[in-house]
């Protein structure tokens, strides 16, 4: 008889945002004339930039010529794609990546679960907690991540960010294999600098482990001390994998476009990772749409970049907002800053879910709760400054008036 992957039985509940889009629907059913603003997923609102659309538009027309087709592509990604992101992500911050270590895929969320396929089961696994539950949930399907018993997998190193330590992770106190950084962070907002970056890796060169490290949220970083990149610091690239994606950059959570780097120096036993995830990537993965991946082209043209640039700074401003109405009403709220990510403390002390459905039932606001990224994620609830600037302000006003 065929066996079922008993590691997806441990699994508590379904995925944090699947609860919620269906708390929300079942709240909406139930009131009908209830206005709701969401602020809970990281879903950008503004629409693709002119110029991506162009792109998209002119490889469309190419598609239906004869000269012009593309069937399938290259696993990694055409070169024209992968190497601006060499020039344009990596070199003008004088990083040398070069374009085969750069694999073009359909989402950073993919890969930072994905990745796990050329990892030994029995690597130890570092996450932050509060954390992306992403990192947690694809290593328990793997079986790495033990057994859930009292809200934490026995087998994972949960490394806590609190208020007490800034919401930085502390290195490791026992010897871990594989550590998951996210910065700027999700959920909290926040992010590290060169000198807290140059821990993790002298830590990792001294353990033989590898960060994965996810800087997704790397667009949004205003802070001339915090790297844009790990690569940034030196001998990173003997100890990190980095995820970025075009999602929040360019607005491609509809159009999917990610990347990630293996750079040829990050090596365990002698074997290359990169050769290891090209292997994985051939065999499980068919490459991003042509057309999609001249959308992501576009990013990086002198107007697709000041578009992209406005859309940034457009949530960002949606973030102060937030930033300002919270403080206002007497909450202590992180992030915003480099972030798309409002990390709040509850009111009173009140527990995150139950702030939640406060926040719904009685001002038409989705948020996510804290609890959902992690034990202690409790008493913290996180909002996005992704919506519109319209909704944001009005959902503050709402906010403010039940606080
Ligand atoms: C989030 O809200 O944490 C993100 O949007 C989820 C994701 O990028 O997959």
Request: charge should be negative; aromatic fraction near 12%; hydrophobic fraction near 35%.
């Amino acid at each position: 008889m065929a066996k079922i992957n008993e590691n997806y039985l441990k699994l508590p509940g379904s995925y944090l945002f699947s609860t919620i889009a269906k708390k929300v629907a079942a709240y909406s059913e139930q009131n009908p004339d209830k206005e709701i603003i969401k602020m809970g997923i990281g879903d950008v609102t503004k629409p693709l930039a002119p110029s991506v659309t162009e792109a998209m538009h002119k490889a469309v027309d190419e598609m239906g010529t004869a000269e012009g087709f593309h069937g399938y592509g290259p696993e990694q990604g055409y070169d024209f794609l992968r190497e601006k992101i060499v020039e344009k992500d990596y070199k003008v911050r004088g990083i040398d990546i070069k374009p085969d270590e750069i694999f073009v895929s359909d989402g950073a969320k993919s890969d930072c679960g994905n990745i796990g396929d050329i990892f030994a089961k029995d690597n130890k696994v570092a996450v932050c907690d509060p954390v992306y539950p992403v990192y947690v949930d694809t290593n328990a399907m793997a079986g790495r991540a033990g057994d859930f018993e009292n809200g934490h997998w026995t087998n994972l190193y949960y490394m806590p960010c609190t208020e007490e330590n800034g919401f930085m992770p502390e290195l490791p106190k026992e010897k871990v294999d594989i550590i998951y950084l996210c910065f700027p962070n999700n959920p909290t907002g926040v992010s590290a600098t060169r000198e807290q970056l140059k821990d993790w890796i002298k830590y990792a060169k001294d353990n033989g482990a590898v960060i994965l490290y996810d800087s997704a949220y790397e667009a949004f970083i205003t802070d001339p001390d915090v790297p844009h990149s790990i690569y940034e610091l030196d001998g990173a690239k003997e100890v990190a994998i980095e995820f970025r994606s075009f999602s929040k950059t360019a607005g491609f959570t509809g159009a999917r476009c990610a990347y990630t780097v293996v750079p040829h120096e990050l090596k365990l036993d002698g074997t290359e990772l990169n050769g290891l995830w090209n292997r994985r990537q051939c065999t499980k993965f068919n490459g991003v749409p042509y057309i999609i991946q001249r959308g992501a082209e576009a990013v990086y043209s002198d107007t697709g970049y000041a578009e992209t640039r406005e859309a940034i700074r457009y949530y960002l401003d949606n973030a102060k907002i937030i930033r300002d109405a919270l403080t206002g009403s007497g909450l202590t709220v992180y992030g915003g800053e480099n972030a798309p990510y409002i990390w709040a403390k509850t009111p009173d002390g009140m527990k995150s879910w139950d702030f939640f459905d406060k926040l719904l039932e009685e001002a038409g606001v989705v948020t996510t709760p804290g609890a959902g990224f992690g034990p202690s994620g409790e008493g913290y609830i996180r909002l996005t400054a992704f919506s519109t600037k319209e909704n944001t302000i009005k959902a503050m006003e709402k906010i403010k008036k039940i606080l």
